[in-house]
């Protein structure tokens, strides 16, 4: 076997940014960060978010292609006098191209050592990229703030995770070299869901499970390795199978049965895996699909809620998660608008419709009148209550009905209303 102290986490990262895993939201094709990293210019960043989510990594990326010396600091151990000694280097041959000066962990820098980088980095003779995973805007310095772009990294994915472990088993594969290798995609998933979004987590994972693994015969991860070197429960969760999408489908339908504890026993089995990103679109979508507009505020809330989730991740994440679970459980209940759009989406695929009446159709434009659009049309404004009885529909479906107000309360209030205004009450 090939001996190779680094830990694995340092070995696996990528030489380029199109190998970076996750992160797409500022690294994808044409996303601000890439755009700023071709354009030859560098400004200063503060790079915000969890541990393990790549900042370092694009940090040396960052670097290399633009051909800068960089310096790493930690500012849990660095002091003034070492930012000093970086600045000392700027016009040496060895930093001919520039410096770009990494510091990790600014959030522990107090105020006077922040200022001391100002000088440094308004000269332009260092670009400065810092990180932290705190937010920035109670932990940096203002005068820093404003010189700086903040750029957000979140969590990775299990299934971006999954790519990256894949990734360094190809390498562990070749430091074993003739023996056989072998990692259960069962054992890689569950690392990959347990992490929490935290690839140097998973990473030391898979190296403990690596060495658990040898025998005479060769290296075998399994499963049962990785729940043994993660501390936490194997689950029956399979991003691709059937038990993924059961305990999706019991988490929306206690939800809507309007069961809270239910609901949030499923909660707890998604969290337990790790999935933030289907526990969010799940809750945003049982707040429009079965509370709908028997509380229009619910999925407003939700949203702040899963936002913060996301923002947190785990553990903390299930907190607001929580949240969101036992206010649409206990909330009231409409599908009045899935069955509306339903339904209109049904006509519109399976019924010759017909044309948009001439009153409605645009007349902003020279010509329009020749065409008679816009001639008849009555504006609602104009009229007491804001409502005056015309066409919308077109004439083939013009008595459709394809909204029925909800038996719930606010809905049955904005009907008692309209019944009012259109009878001229």
Known sequence: MAENSAPLADRIRPLSLEDVVGQQHILGKDKLLSRVISSGSLPNMIFYGPSG??????????????GKKLYSLNATTASVSDIRHVAESVGSIEAAGGVLLYLDEIQNFNKKQQ?????????????LIASTTENPYFYVYNAILSRSTVFEFKPISAEDVDIALKRAVGILKNDYGSLDFKADDDALWHIANVCFGDVRK??????????????????????????????????RYDRDGDSHYDILSAFQKSVRGSDPDAAI???ARLVAAGDLISICRRLLVMAAEDIGLAYPNAITIVKSCTDAAKELGFPEAQIPLAEAVILLATAPKSNSAVNAIGAALSDFKNTDTGDIPKHLKDSHYKGAAKLGNGLTYQYPHNFPNHYISQQYLPDNIKNRVYYEYGENKTEQAAKEYWDKVKKGK
């Open 115 to 127: 200022q001391s980088l100002l000088e440094y980095i308004e000269n332009g003779s260092i670009t």
């Open 265 to 267: 026993h499923y909660l």
């Open 202 to 235: 998973a990473m030391n994972m898979l190296e403990i499970c690596t060495l658990a693994g040898v025998s005479e015969k060769g290296v075998h991860i399994t499963l049962q390795m990785a729940v043994d070197a993660s501390n936490r429960p194997a689950m």
């Open 53 to 66: 989510t790549g900042k370092t990594t694009v940090a040396r990326i960052i670097a290399n292609s633009a």
